[in-house]
């Protein structure tokens, strides 16, 4: 199958939802990006609070790891659109 254009979700339905919390790893944020580039769809980041030290409960996430997902997803520019919600939203007239 070919991976969808930038811009052009290939299903504006199929929202995968990552909840950033204190045990998701680097790698499984990367992986879902990398899925969401190779089929299409939109992938939504949810977060609560950015740390700077130790993420002690569930609603918190390193700042330094969010960094490194923010570096992943500038990596992959070409490939996808990093679009806020109201974004998103507008451009489906939700």
């Not at 290939?10 to 190779?38: C, G, H, R």
Request: hydrophobic letters at 35%.
């Amino acid at each position: 199958m070919e991976a969808p254009e930038p811009g052009q979700p290939s299903n504006k339905y199929k929202i995968k939802i990552k909840n950033l919390i204190n045990t998701v790893t680097i790698a499984q944020v990367t992986a879902a990006i990398d899925e969401i580039i190779n089929t299409g769809g939109t992938l939504v980041f949810l977060n609560h609070i950015l740390v700077t030290d130790t993420a002690n409960t569930s609603t918190e996430y390193l700042t330094s790891n969010f960094q490194q997902v923010v570096d992943y997803a500038y990596e992959k520019k070409e490939q996808l659109d990093v679009i806020t919600m109201t974004e998103y939203l507008n451009q489906y007239g939700l």
